[in-house]
């Protein structure tokens, strides 16, 4: 089986701050002030290079999504998702375009329990020089039982999880950002108030699917052996009323 491999800095990766479980620890981006190195801003949004950058051959960079800590996706007033969308988007494109990189993934870390460390919204995009972007998208993955179709934008719950015990994926024609943007903020709610062992730590990754954009929206848990042993997914027998409970949830908007 082909892998990719990065090394990671144990050393520089020791460093790195964490104030999700540690509150006192302080909070650069609250001070913007004290960054260094940032690209690009717009409204609260600051796109800047990650000070830790750990991972060997690969530019790390980190999108600041709000001005304060106490505010999440669920949160946000409506359009602040939308617009941090457009903003991240041009980012993630201006970056696979540099011609730099073999590949640029895009992602967010939410949580303790999602390998987050920092507790201010945020997303992260990173560009590796040599990896092989075929083995970065299963395209599998986003099959799914429809839980809403609107304006051309699909939701589903995925049926060939890449972790299980709850995935979602949203796909969208690049033009249909707005009800992108709301039902994904409908959804990470939902993880948030349906699975509460995750202790508010989800992920979010995003994906180019053929022309279209496409996210996985997922809650973490500790990860399950089996997954991790033998690669079975486990699907939760409750997955039909959570399915039916996200529908009403979204239908209701
Ligand atoms: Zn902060």
Redesign the pocket.
Known sequence: MEINIVRFDMALGHQKPENIIHRENG?P??HPETLTDIIAREEEFIFLRNKYNVLDDADQFVLVEAA??DIDTPDYPPGHLARLLRFSLRQWRLLENSGKYTAVIFFKNHGHLSGGTM??PHMQIVGFRHINPRLLLDRDSFQGIPVVERDGVLLNAATHPRVGFGEFNIIAPPDKIETFASLLQTTVGFIRDRFPKSQNSYNLFFYHLDEKLAVKALPRFPTSPLLIGYDIRLFPSNFEKSIAMLKKRCLSL
């Open positions: 909070c981006f609250c304060t800590c507790r201010h």
